[in-house]
């Protein structure tokens, strides 16, 4: 996660030198040459503060949701960028531009919320409950409440992170 979280401040440092040339892979809804940007989007940011806002989250809830394993890690990001990106595509106003790595913050908070319940282990319920407790105040984020915010990142990206955890749920072992 510690590399994830550096490769992001290298791209946004690249991006501050060439004058902002990489927000141009940022999402612009209901084109269709945008949908190549949907990946992208996620790694770019909109300046270094908002960079700085995504980057403790990401690394602790990156850092939490990796523990399963880096493969089903990999799998949970991977739809919780495409359903954010999607989302954002469809459902964002005419001419914004969307780009940060909030919509995985928010997916992976909904990922470890519910993923104990999924799958039925008491390890998990206490990481989703303790994340929930620390981080359950970014739920507001879903809201378009803030001018210039993309709650529906945020809420496709939450939404990703809950499909992720039934998508990708452990088998249940016969006897338990």
Same mark, same amino acid.
């Given at each position: 996660?510690?590399?994830?979280?550096? *490769?992001? %401040?290298?791209?946004? #440092?690249?991006?501050?030198?060439?004058?902002?040339?990489?927000?141009?892979?940022?999402? @612009?809804?209901?084109?269709?040459?945008? /949908?190549?940007?949907?990946?992208?989007? $996620?790694?770019?940011?909109?300046? =270094?503060?908002?960079? #700085?806002?995504?980057?403790?989250?990401? /690394?602790?809830?990156?850092?939490? $949701?990796?523990?399963?394993?880096?493969?089903?890690?990999? $799998?949970?990001?991977?739809?919780?960028?495409? @359903?954010?990106?999607?989302?954002? %595509? =469809? @459902?964002?106003? #005419?001419?914004?531009? @969307?780009?940060? $790595?909030?919509?995985?913050?928010? !997916?992976? =908070? !909904?990922?470890?919320?519910?993923?104990?319940?999924?799958?039925?282990?008491?390890?998990?319920? /206490?990481?989703?409950?303790?994340?929930? #407790?620390?981080?359950?105040?970014? *739920? %507001? !984020?879903?809201?378009?409440?803030?001018?210039?915010?993309? %709650?529906?990142?945020?809420?496709?990206?939450?939404?990703?992170?809950?499909?992720?955890?039934?998508?990708?749920?452990?088998?249940?072992?016969?006897?338990?």
């Amino acid at each position: 996660m510690a590399g994830w979280v550096a *490769l992001l %401040w290298v791209l946004e #440092a690249v991006d501050a030198a060439s004058g902002h040339a990489l927000d141009t892979f940022g999402i @612009t809804p209901r084109e269709a040459g945008e /949908l190549r940007d949907i990946v992208p989007a $996620a790694f770019v940011h909109f300046g =270094f503060a908002h960079l #700085a806002a995504n980057s403790v989250p990401l /690394l602790v809830l990156g850092f939490l $949701a990796a523990l399963s394993g880096a493969r089903r890690f990999l $799998a949970v990001v991977t739809v919780i960028v495409l @359903t954010s990106g999607l989302g954002v %595509w =469809f @459902t964002a106003p #005419a001419h914004s531009t @969307t780009a940060g $790595a909030s919509g995985v913050v928010f !997916g992976l =908070f !909904g990922y470890l919320l519910i993923r104990g319940f999924v799958d039925r282990r008491v390890g998990d319920v /206490l990481v989703g409950l303790l994340v929930g #407790a620390v981080y359950g105040s970014i *739920l %507001w !984020g879903v809201l378009p409440t803030a001018e210039g915010v993309s %709650w529906q990142g945020h809420l496709f990206g939450l939404i990703g992170g809950v499909a992720a955890a039934f998508v990708f749920r452990r088998p249940r072992v016969a006897g338990r």
